[in-house]
């Protein structure tokens, strides 16, 4: 009889972590050949929108949205940062931070923030931030604007949705 311990290959698989894959993300959302995933997190927060006059359409409204408030939690759960705006600003625990300039989107599912890909800006600071050169915002749940009416009666007021995304940062190899 062979007494010696089987190797569990789920286990292992299981216990070493998955590096992040874009296969599954649509094509204008995918960070370019030549970099690597620097840090993963999951924003936790809110979206507020505005109830405004509806652009170039006059009598018309719309909710506008006025900027996030998240936190950023590592995948084992712990705060490492931050993500609020405008501008778009995603800032490490270490005090770096980086602002972007958005340069794709594309729909996920019904009800839920489109995918994202963000150009960073040079860092602020020395630390986790520093070297990032993408972002993508991926592994949606909810954030789209409210369903509740936007009218000239209710103009002006805010509305805040709950969300959750994941975020990508990226670095050249």
């Known amino acids: 009889m062979n007494t010696k311990p089987l190797l569990c290959l789920t286990c292992l698989l299981l216990a070493a972590p998955a590096a992040f894959a874009q296969t599954s993300l649509p094509d204008s959302i ?36 006025v900027g996030p408030k ?17 501008p778009a600003t995603w800032q490490a625990k270490d005090g770096s931070k980086v602002t972007g300039t958005q340069l794709a989107v594309a729909p996920s599912s019904a009800g839920n923030l489109p995918y994202q890909l963000v150009k960073a800006n040079p860092a602020e600071g020395q630390g986790a931030m520093t070297g990032v050169s993408f972002i993508q915002r991926v592994a949606l749940k909810g954030g789209v604007a409210p369903s509740a009416e936007c009218s000239t009666a209710n103009k002006g007021k805010q509305a805040v949705v709950k969300y959750q995304a994941d975020y990508i940062f990226w670095a050249a190899k």
Request: charge should be negative; charged fraction near 25%.
């Open 30 to 65: 995918k960070v370019p050949d030549g970099h690597k995933v620097t840090m993963e997190t999951t924003g936790v927060g809110e979206i507020t929108y505005e109830c405004r006059d509806k652009a170039n359409a006059a009598g018309q409204t719309e909710w506008v949205f």
């Open 70 to 86: 998240a936190v950023l939690n590592d995948r084992s759960g712990k705060q490492v940062g931050t993500y609020f705006g405008p």
